[in-house]
């Protein structure tokens, strides 16, 4: 379950980067200031990852990986 909070970190901080880019491209190129991905990017994606953080460090010190 830890691997899938860890995954969640991830993707947001792939789904800020993707969004930032895009949303520069957008006002650079065509001039289009959308803010669609200035919300995903500044919060929906930073929302994931404290989300996959607080869950994956919860799972962690809660059950350690028995080996």
Do not use: Y
């Not at 491209?25 to 919300?39: A, G, H, K, N």
């Not at 869950?55 to 350690?64: A, C, M, N, S």
Request: aromatic share 14%; proline share 3%; glycine share 6%.
């Amino acid at each position: 379950m830890a691997k899938n909070f860890s995954r969640l970190m991830f993707i947001s901080v792939l789904v800020f980067l993707v969004s930032f880019f895009i949303h520069l491209m957008l006002v650079r190129l065509f001039e289009i200031d959308d803010t669609f991905w200035v919300i995903l990017g500044m919060v929906a994606a930073p929302a994931g990852f404290a989300v996959g953080a607080i869950g994956h460090l919860v799972l962690r010190f809660l059950k350690p990986d028995t080996k």
